[in-house]
């Protein structure tokens, strides 16, 4: 029987050129699943609630922070503004409890809105944006770990081991803007826009410069989701990512 013809020397470059391309496709589909996913971030938390009349401008201000690819902007309403009329539709108990722990750490007096944080490391009235990104500008960059997050796992890779464990936190919120009429208390009557509302605040386990994998439950459907490695009681975040 003959032996099959031998392909013509061209039909052989193409051939290799075509496997040469296959290849490097998947190595890098591979490498993007793999890679950690961390990001040149600035994470700004906006401490905020319905019933304070100073918050709006705050509120607003956010919004415009989250248009910035390069930032993390996260709205926290607070518990302790409830009591006077109006009770924040997106408060809860842990939020205002993240707040409390910061203080001490920033060098404030208590807590207050509207506060923004920028790093867990600068503390600014959230109402000035010209001051808030002059914050951002000056914030150090993360030195943290890696982290990688997958659909139903967090990675936190190998780093310098921290003077005290650190704190791995799951953020759920919603990417879009959401209006709240207020019918009570200083806003009422007014329609107040939200963006970047969390939702869920979840404490994952620590990091204490070695390796770790935990396993993360579903994010709600319409959220999103960030993690946070930060030093304990409202210290500075160390690295941060987000879907």
Excluded at 42 to 50: G, K, P
Excluded at 133 to 150: H, K, M, Q
Excluded at 161 to 177: M, Q, R, S
Aim: glycine content about 8%; overall charge neutral.
């Amino acid at each position: 029987m003959p032996a099959p013809p031998r392909p013509a020397p061209r039909a052989r470059l193409l051939h290799a050129v075509t496997l040469m391309v296959a290849l490097a496709t998947t190595t890098a589909a591979l490498s993007a699943v793999a890679a950690p996913q961390n990001q040149r971030l600035t994470v700004v938390e906006l401490f905020t609630s319905q019933g304070c009349s100073s918050c709006p401008p705050a509120d607003a201000n956010l919004i415009a922070l989250s248009r910035r690819p390069d930032v993390l902007a996260l709205s926290f309403s607070v518990t302790y503004w409830d009591h006077l009329g109006w009770r924040d539709t997106f408060g809860k108990p842990e939020f205002t409890k993240r707040q409390y722990a910061y203080e001490p750490q920033l060098g404030e007096r208590g807590p207050f809105t509207p506060q923004m944080v920028v790093n867990g490391r600068i503390s600014r009235v959230g109402f000035d944006l010209a001051d808030i990104e002059r914050a951002i500008a000056v914030a150090p960059p993360f030195s943290g770990p890696d982290i990688t997050l997958g659909p139903r796992e967090v990675s936190i890779g190998r780093g310098a081991a921290p003077a005290a464990e650190a704190d791995i936190w799951l953020v759920a919120y919603d990417p879009n803007v959401v209006e709240v009429p207020v019918r009570r208390g200083e806003n009422s009557g007014r329609t107040l826009p939200h963006v970047r509302v969390v939702h869920r605040l979840e404490r994952l386990g620590g990091w204490d410069g070695k390796p770790v994998h935990i396993a993360r439950s579903e994010t709600p459907p319409g959220l999103l989701t960030a993690v946070l490695v930060q030093l304990p009681s409202g210290g500075p975040i160390l690295s941060a990512v987000t879907e």
